[in-house]
């Protein structure tokens, strides 16, 4: 939602954008009260690491949206301002991910969470 927002994108996977729809302010306030019932439902899980390891994903998320706005002088810069960017905005969302998992995994109860 608030990728939208900051690409004033009108549509979302082929159907309105919720900033289109309701506006940049509305949007933001659904966009927080996501994250904040997500990381809820993650404190809930009681795993610190976890928190701490899904806490990464945010903030390279805004570092990515960050590197977004900035221009690179040359050839090289501009590939490796690229592929860091893109790590910052999807990949480490994956990656970070799998690796909850794979912690979550070390414990034995932990499978309860995705019942």
């Not at 979302?12 to 966009?31: C, D, E, F, M």
């Not at 795993?47 to 221009?71: C, H, P, W, Y």
């Not at 799998?98 to 995705?114: G, M, T």
């Amino acid at each position: 939602i608030h990728d939208d927002i900051i690409d004033q994108s009108k549509f979302r996977r082929g159907r309105s954008s919720v900033n289109a729809r309701w506006g940049a302010l509305k949007a933001v306030l659904v966009g927080d009260h996501i994250l904040a019932v997500a990381s809820s439902a993650i404190a809930k899980i009681g795993d610190a690491r976890v928190v701490e390891t899904l806490s990464k994903v945010l903030d390279d998320l805004v570092k990515g949206e960050l590197m977004q706005f900035a221009n690179q002088e040359n050839q090289t810069e501009r590939f490796q301002h690229y592929t860091v960017k893109t790590y910052r905005k999807t990949a480490s969302l994956i990656s970070n991910s799998c690796k909850a998992v794979a912690l979550l995994s070390q414990n034995s109860n932990s499978y309860e969470y995705f019942l």
